[in-house]
C-alpha cells in the first residue's frame, strides 16, 4: 500500500464497527487480473460514513459484497486477509453465522430498487419476512415495527405502502423501502451499493438527505459505494479512492478532496463536469439566425384513452379502473434550434425529452403539429419518405454496449450510412477508416468486432456512424450516461469539437444539468412533456426563473463543494 | 470466456460421443453402395442367419442382409430428416420473423396460424398428411416440415423482437436502411445461435418421425428405411431379436448423438447459461 499517508489518524475510525485488514480476493484464472481485491485495509466507525469511490471494474462492488460473502464462490473467493466485525472475522465465519449477521447485523441496500424486490410480494410483507427469521415476534408486533420504520424513512401513507406492490411504487419510494428493510434490525453496519445512481436526481438528493439523517439518528456505520464525487462531498466523512483492485487514496472527507494526494484521484475530481456554464463561443443571437429545427405544437401520446373493451367496463364496473391511462409524453411542444447551436434538453426520466428526440428523427411518429427539419415537414412522414433526410439528422445513442450490432465489423457499421447514401463501398470503407481516427481511435479498428472495444470506444464509433452521413443535426440521446466520469469528459469533449468543427447543429438530451452547461449554450427543460423553461445555460443557472428548474438545480449533489473548488481556483492560493 | 468456440464445443466429452456416432453414420450413408454392396431389397442368402454367420448382421425374413439394410436406411433416413429440418427452419422462421418484426396485426395472424398448427397432435398430422398426399419420399418431407415448423417460428418470433428493440436496429432505422435489410443484416444474424441448437435438435425429432411413419409402413416406398427395418421384423421379435434391435439401436444412437451435440452447441453457444 505505497501512496498511503504514514499519520495514521484519519485512517482509522476512533470506534471501528468494521475492520478490514489486508483483505484479497482472487479471480478466477481467465480473468484478466489475478485479484479483484488486493490488501485493502479499512475501518469503518460507529456512525460514521466511509464512501468508497472507483469506476466500474476498481473492485468497490466486490469488496462490499466480500464482507458479507456473496461472492459467487468458487469463481472469486477470499485468498487471504480478515473481516472484523466487532472483532469477530466474518472471513472465516460458517455459513449459519453469515446467515445471522446477513440483515440483522450487517444490511445492504443495492443499486436497482425494481430488481432487489421481489415483485409478487408486498413490500410490507418482504420486510415483515426479516423479522420473522431473525426474531421471535408475534404477527402485531412485526407490523407495528415494519410501519414504525416506513414512518422513519418518510414514506407517505406507511399503513398503505405495507400492502403495496413494488410497481404500485415509484422509484424514490422503493428505494426508501429498500433503506427501511436494511434499517429495520438496527444493524450495526450498512453497505449501501450505488443506491441513488439509478435514481433521477431530485429524488437522489431526498435519499441522500434521508441516509446522512437515519444514519445519524440511530449512529449506524454506513459504507457507502459510488462512482460520483459530488455525492461524496455530499455524504462522506472518510473517503477510500480504489482503482484496480487497489486502495490508491483514504483520507478524510476534507483532504482527499480538497488536496488530493494520488494523481488518480485528481484525475477523477477533474472529471466531474463543473455547474459553471461555459462562455459561449458566440452570443446566440436569436433574431437572425434561422432555425434549422422549428417545432410547433407536437404532441405524441402513448396509450389512447378508452381502448379496450369498453363493453366489458360497463358490465362490470369494476374492470373501469384498470384500464391504461394515456400518456401525453410530449404535450405541445414549442422549440426552435438555431443553425450551429447546441441545445440540451434536460429533465427527469419521464419528462418526454427522449420521445421528443425520437419523434424529431423519426422513430416515433408525432400525433400532431409540426416539425420543420431544414425546411421539410417531418410529421406524418413514412419511414420511406423519411429515407431522403436521413442524411441530414443523425443520432448517438446512449448504450454503448446495445447500439453496435455484435456481429458486424466496426468499419462496416460506420461504413453503412454512407453506402446506403449512395457512396462507393470502397470509398465508404477508406471514409470509416478516417473517421475512426477523427473520433481517437485507429484506423486498424474497422478490422475488428464492437466487443473489443471498452464502452468509451464504442460511444465514439457510435458518434463515427453518426457523422458518416455528413448530417447537419446531431441528436445525443444520453451519450455519457453510461459511462465513466473520466470516459464521459473525454467523449464530451469530443462531441463539442467535432460540433465546432464541422458546424452541427446539436441537441443533446440529458438528465445531468452539469453534462448540459458543460457541452451546451442552450438549455430546455422539461417536465411531463412540457416546456417549463428555456433560454442561454448561464441566465438560466444564474436565474433560473421556474420552480422546477430551481429544483433540478439545487438537488445537483456536490454543488457546495464544488463552488468552493471554484473559488478556490480563482483566488491564487499564496 | 477466452477460450474461442471452437474449443469449448470440441473439449465436451458427451459432443466427441456424439460427433463421432454422427460422423460413422455419415460416412456409412455416403460410402453405403461401397461398405454393403448387396442390394437391401435382394435376397441374398438363406432367411434367419443370425448375426456374425456369414452375414455381418445377418438376414431378415426374406433373405435380405440387415447390414445391407442398415447402411442404406442410414441414406434415406438422414437424407429426409435433414431435408425435413431445412424446410422447417426455413419457412418457421420466414413466420417468425415477420411475425416478430412487424408486430400488430400480421403478428396477430401469423401466431393464430402457428398455433393453429401447435393444436393438432403433430404424429396424427404428419399420418394424415402422408395419407392424403399419397407415400413417397417427397410427402414425407412435406410431413414432417409441416408439423415441425410452429416451434422454430416461436423461437425466432421471441428473438426478433427482442432484438428489433435494440439500439443498434434503431440506428439502422435512422440509417435508412429498409426493413428487409435490417431483418436480414441486424437482426437475423444475433437470432442465429438458437436456431442452430433448435435446429438440430430438431433433427432428431424428425429420424424419430421418419422411422414411425416408415414403421407403420407410411414411408417412402422403394427405400429402405430403419423405421421400415423395424416394422418388417416386429413379427419375429421372439425368433429374430437382431431385426429389430439392430435397427432400434442404431435409431437410439442416432437420436442421443444429436440431442448431445445439439446440447453441446446450446452450451457453446450460449456460455452464460451454464457454471462449469
Not at chain 1, 445512481?197 to 429524488?203: K, W, Y
Not at chain 1, 494523481?263 to 477533474?270: E, Q, S, V
Not at chain 1, 464509433?461 to 452521413?469: D, K, P, Q, T
Not at chain 2, 441448437?197 to 430438431?202: F, H, M, N, Q, R
Request: aromatic share 6%.
Amino acid at each position: 500500500m505505497t501512496g498511503l499517508p504514514s499519520n495514521s489518524s484519519p485512517n482509522s475510525a476512533a470506534d471501528p464497527v468494521l475492520e478490514i485488514r489486508d483483505l484479497c480476493v482472487a479471480l478466477p484464472e481467465w480473468a484478466d487480473r489475478s485479484m479483484a481485491v488486493k490488501n485493502v485495509s479499512l475501518t469503518v466507525g460507529k456512525g460514521e460514513t466511509l464512501c468508497v469511490v472507483g469506476e466500474s471494474g476498481s473492485g468497490k462492488s466486490v469488496m462490499a459484497r466480500s464482507i458479507l460473502r456473496l461472492l459467487p464462490e468458487p469463481h472469486l473467493r477470499i485468498a487471504s486477509g480478515a473481516i472484523l466485525l466487532d472483532g469477530e472475522n466474518l472471513a472465516s465465519a460458517d455459513e449459519p453465522r453469515m446467515r445471522q449477521i446477513r440483515g440483522g447485523q450487517i444490511s445492504m441496500v443495492f443499486q436497482e430498487p425494481m430488481v432487489s424486490l421481489n415483485p409478487l410480494m408486498t413490500v410490507g410483507r418482504q420486510i415483515d419476512e426479516i423479522l420473522e427469521v431473525h426474531t421471535d415476534w408475534g404477527k402485531a408486533e412485526r407490523r407495528r415495527r415494519v410501519v414504525a420504520t416506513f414512518e422513519d424513512v418518510r414514506l407517505p401513507q406507511p399503513e398503505s405502502i405495507f400492502g403495496a406492490y413494488p410497481h404500485e411504487l415509484s422509484g424514490g419510494q422503493r428505494q426508501r423501502v429498500m433503506i427501511a428493510m436494511s434499517l429495520v434490525l438496527e444493524p450495526k453496519l450498512i453497505i449501501a451499493d450505488e443506491p441513488t445512481t439509478a435514481l433521477d436526481v431530485t429524488t437522489e438528493a431526498q435519499v441522500l438527505t434521508l441516509m446522512k439523517e437515519l444514519q445519524q439518528r440511530h449512529g449506524t456505520a454506513l459504507m457507502f459505494i459510488t462512482h460520483n464525487f459530488g455525492v461524496v462531498a455530499e455524504i462522506a466523512d472518510r473517503v477510500a479512492v480504489m482503482r484496480f483492485g487497489e486502495l490508491v487514496e483514504y483520507g478524510s472527507v476534507d483532504d482527499v478532496l480538497t488536496r488530493p494526494q494520488h494523481p488518480y484521484t485528481r484525475a477523477l475530481i477533474d472529471a466531474v463536469p463543473s455547474l459553471v456554464p461555459r462562455k459561449h463561443a458566440r452570443p446566440a443571437d436569436r433574431s437572425t439566425a434561422t432555425p434549422i429545427v422549428k417545432v410547433r405544437d407536437l404532441q405524441k401520446t402513448y396509450g389512447r384513452s378508452g381502448s379496450g373493451p369498453s363493453w366489458l367496463a360497463r358490465l362490470v364496473p369494476a374492470l373501469a379502473g384498470n384500464e391504461r391511462k394515456a400518456v401525453k409524453a410530449v404535450n405541445h411542444v414549442d422549440l426552435d434550434i438555431m443553425q450551429g447551436s447546441a441545445v440540451a434538453l434536460v429533465g427527469e426520466s419521464g419528462s418526454g425529452k427522449s420521445t421528443l428526440a425520437r419523434c424529431l428523427i423519426g422513430l416515433e411518429r408525432a400525433d400532431a403539429g409540426s416539425a420543420i427539419l431544414a425546411g421539410d415537414e417531418i410529421v406524418g412522414r413514412s419511414r420511406s419518405a423519411w429515407r431522403p433526410l436521413r442524411s441530414r439528422v443523425q443520432m448517438v445513442f446512449q448504450d454503448p454496449f446495445a447500439s453496435l450490432n455484435p456481429r458486424t465489423k466496426v468499419g462496416d457499421i460506420i461504413a453503412r450510412g454512407a453506402i446506403l447514401q449512395g457512396e462507393a463501398p470502397d470509398a465508404a470503407a477508406a471514409q470509416a477508416r478516417e473517421l475512426l481516427e477523427l473520433v481517437g481511435l485507429e484506423a486498424k479498428a474497422a478490422e475488428r468486432f464492437p466487443h473489443e472495444f471498452s464502452g468509451g470506444q464504442r460511444q465514439r464509433i457510435g458518434i463515427a456512424r453518426a457523422l458518416a452521413v455528413k448530417p447537419d443535426i446531431l441528436i445525443a440521446d444520453e451519450p455519457v450516461s453510461a459511462l465513466d466520469v473520466s470516459v464521459q469528459k473525454q467523449v464530451l469533449d469530443l462531441l463539442d469539437d467535432l460540433r465546432r468543427r464541422f458546424g452541427l447543429t446539436m441537441l443533446f438530451i440529458t438528465h445531468d444539468l452539469r453534462v448540459a452547461a458543460h457541452v451546451c449554450e442552450e438549455i430546455v427543460v422539461l417536465k411531463n412533456g412540457t416546456i417549463v423553461e428555456q433560454g442561454a445555460t448561464a441566465e438560466i443557472f444564474a436565474n433560473p426563473q421556474h420552480e422546477y428548474t430551481r429544483t433540478l438545480l439545487s438537488s445537483v449533489p456536490g454543488r457546495d463543494w464544488q463552488r468552493q473548488l471554484q473559488q478556490d481556483a480563482a483566488s491564487p492560493t499564496p | 470466456m477466452t477460450k474461442p468456440f471452437w474449443f469449448r464445443f470440441l473439449t465436451n466429452l458427451r459432443v466427441l460421443f456424439g460427433l463421432t456416432w454422427l460422423a460413422l453414420v455419415i460416412i456409412g450413408a455416403i460410402a453405403a453402395p461401397l461398405i454393403a454392396p448387396l442390394d437391401p431389397f435382394a435376397i441374398s442368402g438363406q432367411p434367419f442367419v443370425r448375426p456374425f454367420d456369414g452375414f455381418l448382421f445377418g438376414t431378415d425374413s426374406l433373405g435380405r442382409s440387415v447390414w445391407s439394410g442398415l447402411v442404406h436406411g442410414a441414406r434415406t433416413t438422414l437424407l429426409i430428416a435433414v431435408i425435413a429440418t431445412l424446410v422447417a427452419v426455413a419457412f418457421g422462421g420466414l413466420i417468425g420473423a415477420l411475425a416478430g418484426f412487424y408486430g400488430g396485426r400480421i403478428d396477430n395472424v401469423l401466431m393464430r396460424v402457428t398455433e393453429f398448427f401447435q393444436t393438432i397432435p403433430s404424429f396424427i398430422f404428419a399420418i394424415l398428411l402422408v395419407a392424403v398426399l399419397a407415400p413417397s419420399a417427397t410427402s414425407v418431407v412435406i410431413a414432417i416440415a409441416t408439423v415441425s415448423w410452429p416451434p422454430i417460428a416461436r423461437i425466432v418470433r421471441g428473438e426478433v423482437m427482442s432484438l428489433r428493440s435494440r439500439e443498434f436496429v434503431q440506428a439502422a432505422i435512422t440509417l435508412g436502411e429498409g426493413d428487409f435489410e435490417i431483418l436480414f443484416r441486424q437482426v437475423l444474424p444475433n437470432a442465429l445461435s438458437p436456431l442452430i441448437v433448435t435446429g438440430s435438435l430438431l433433427v432428431a425429432t424428425a429420424i424419430l418421425t421418419e422411422s414411425a411413419l416408415s414403421f407403420l409402413g407410411l414411408g417412402a416406398p422403394n427405400f429402405m428405411s430403419w423405421g421400415f427395418m423395424i416394422g418388417a421384423g416386429r413379427s419375429f421379435l421372439r425368433d429374430a431379436w437382431w431385426l429389430v434391435a439392430i435397427p432400434g439401436i442404431a435409431i437410439l444412437l442416432t437420436v442421443l448423438s444429436i440431442n448431445l451435440v445439439g446440447e453441446g452447441l446450446n452450451d457453446a453457444l450460449n456460455p452464460r447459461l451454464r457454471t462449469p
